[in-house]
């Protein structure tokens, strides 16, 4: 059975992270700071970075924009582009003048980088968030939550626009 698979999975990363330890390099960063005892850190970049982002990537942005909505498999988006190195190499430069990349290798001990950059659009009638637990007969509380469970690696979220509490945006369990 589907679900009976799902939960296992789910009992088994929840195990894992459970019984995780961090074996960090201990540094004086903020960012570093709130990763080792809360799981998560805000940082705000520059409003020149986001608006150079925008900017570059306007056309992109309007093409994903004009795409309708659809069902999309588990684990694909609606408005979704993997972005070029390009991308990567300017996130990895502005990650580093502020500290993140740090942070990040710091808390791993081992040296991070920006691997992958990638651009989504989102809209309200977007199913993506909703796909977590899909496979449910009953529409489980959790179904909007949604975690990474690679580990090793660190997600970040750069928006593109103003974010409010109620336009969706990322919330952390703590030590998550």
């Known amino acids: 059975e589907l679900g009976k698979k799902w939960r296992e999975k ?10 995780f330890r961090v074996r960090s390099k201990k540094i004086n960063n903020k960012i570093f700071n709130d990763l080792y005892n809360k799981g998560y850190s805000f940082q705000y970049i520059d409003e020149n970075i986001i608006k150079f982002l925008k900017k570059s990537l306007s056309k992109k942005i309007r ?6 909505d659809w069902h999309p498999p ?20 502005v990650y580093t003048e502020n500290g993140i ?12 980088k920006v691997c992958r950059v990638s651009l989504l659009v989102k809209k309200n009638t977007d199913s993506s968030p909703k796909q977590f637990l899909y496979d449910c007969k009953k529409i489980p509380k959790y179904t909007n939550l949604h975690f990474d469970p690679l580990e090793g690696a660190v997600k970040t979220i750069l ?18």
């Open 63 to 68: 093409h994903l924009s004009e795409k309708n």
């Open 74 to 93: 588990v684990g694909t988006y609606d408005r979704f582009a993997l972005l070029d190195k390009f991308y990567n190499n300017y996130l990895n430069h």
């Open 159 to 176: 928006y593109l626009n103003e974010v409010k509490e109620d336009n969706g945006p990322t919330c952390y369990l703590p030590y998550s």
């Open 101 to 112: 990349i740090d942070a990040a290798s710091a808390y791993y001990n081992k040296k991070m």
């Open 10 to 19: 789910l009992n088994r990363y929840f195990n894992f992270y459970k019984n």
